[in-house]
């Protein structure tokens, strides 16, 4: 027996037990075993997801949430700042740019996810002794 001929429930336990890049490099690897693969547990990464605002992460945002890509399974999004002691005094600036792939990546949330919208959007400030490691801005 191969994995390609294993059950549904097989090939998604084995999916189960891989890391993001092992499962996205799986689900690229073969269309039908992708299909097996990742019915649960690949959407349920996408579901809920914390991202650092930065310029980088609503650019990846913006492209995750493309027609037919993962993003679109996103239904909760938590915005994080992340500030230190000089940005209490003087902010972030956001530029353009930065609300230009935002505003792309929740009209991509929009017109190609299900539900068409966001269940929850919230916004967390923490100061930068919280930082955690966020693959992409996103954890």
Request: a positive charge.
């Amino acid at each position: 027996p191969t994995l390609m001929s294993s059950p549904e429930e097989l090939v998604e336990l084995v999916a189960y037990k891989l890391d993001l890049r092992d499962m996205c490099s799986l689900r690229l690897a073969n269309a039908e075993l992708a299909s097996k693969a990742f019915r649960g547990h690949f959407r349920a990464y996408f579901v809920t997801k914390r991202a650092r605002i930065s310029q980088r992460t609503f650019r990846y945002l913006a492209a995750a949430t493309g027609p037919g890509r993962p993003g679109c399974l996103l239904e909760k999004l938590t915005l994080v700042v992340v500030m230190g002691p000089a940005d209490r005094e003087y902010g972030r600036a956001w530029s353009s740019a930065d609300a230009a792939l935002l505003s792309q990546a929740m009209t991509n949330i929009r017109m190609h996810s299900s539900s068409g919208r966001l269940r929850s959007l919230g916004i967390s400030v923490e100061p930068t002794t919280a930082r955690t490691s966020m693959h992409n801005g996103l954890v």
